[in-house]
């Protein structure tokens, strides 16, 4: 397993201001997701981010809005850029271990988002 | 048609209840199968986790999949007012050697003394 410390664990924004995001993990990690978990709704996966290389995005997600960063195989940031209130949304980083094809994951507590 | 349906319940039971979860899917390249668990302000947790098709048992939790029916189930025995929180299924296919999860949409339960 991972221990996965995310921060801030909330915050309320202004709309039009953004909200970086920091995940640090107690491991060293190849890839590390952002994901955002939106009131009775699915997890849906941002962004894949790899340590020296640009995000992968997944449909309708795109680096202008989200801008991730991966300086070392510990640590990312997500900015949630130019906020509105449909951002409002719980955002959650996660990193992957198991077996050889990695396919458990593991959460950080999430970063609770309003935006007003 | 969403690739992995969940009933969001919220589903309520009575303390010592046999609960059934289930999930369906679409997509049969499906091959792994779990269950996490998400406590009010806290991120998911890795519950259960199945290979394929059968039946895997940890304590009082039964996860089950039924590949030809695209079907799993999660059951929880002897329910206890801590199992309170919300379920979400999950599964994945190896694909071009990365591994993306698709989530259900969870089920809250809550177990009322």
């Known amino acids: 397993s991972a221990v996965i410390s995310q921060k801030p664990s909330r915050d309320i924004c202004q709309r039009g201001t953004s909200l970086t995001i920091q995940c640090q993990v107690d491991?060293?990690?190849?890839?590390m997701f952002w994901y955002r978990q939106q009131p009775g709704q699915s997890l849906t996966l941002i962004a894949t981010?790899?340590?020296?290389?640009?995000?992968?995005?997944e449909s309708g997600f795109v680096i202008d809005k989200f801008p991730i960063s991966r300086p070392n195989l510990t640590f990312s940031t997500l900015t949630v850029s130019n906020m509105s209130p449909e951002d409002s949304s719980i955002y959650l980083c996660?990193?992957?271990?198991?077996?050889?094809?990695?396919?458990?994951?593991?959460f950080g507590s999430g970063t609770q988002l309003s935006v007003l | 048609q969403k690739e992995v349906e969940q009933d969001p319940g919220p589903l309520s039971v009575p303390e010592g209840a046999i609960v059934s979860l289930n999930c369906t899917y679409s997509?049969?390249?499906?091959?792994?199968f779990m269950w996490y668990r998400q406590y009010s302000r806290k991120g998911p947790e890795l519950l259960m986790y199945?290979?394929?098709?059968g039946n895997k048992e940890d304590g009082r939790f039964t996860a089950q999949v039924d590949k030809s029916s695209k079907y799993i189930s999660l059951f929880i025995r002897d329910s206890q007012p801590s199992d309170s929180a919300t379920y979400l299924c999950?599964?994945?296919?190896?694909?071009?050697?990365?591994?993306?999860?698709?989530f259900g949409a969870g089920t809250r339960l809550a177990v009322h003394p």
């Open positions: 996660s990193v992957e271990a198991g077996t050889a094809f990695n396919e458990k994951l593991f």
């Open positions: 491991s060293q990690v190849t890839m």
């Open positions: 981010a790899n340590q020296g290389s640009e995000a992968t995005y």
């Open positions: 997509n049969s390249a499906f091959q792994y």
């Open positions: 199945t290979y394929s098709s």
């Open positions: 999950a599964m994945s296919a190896i694909s071009g050697g990365y591994n993306k999860l698709i």
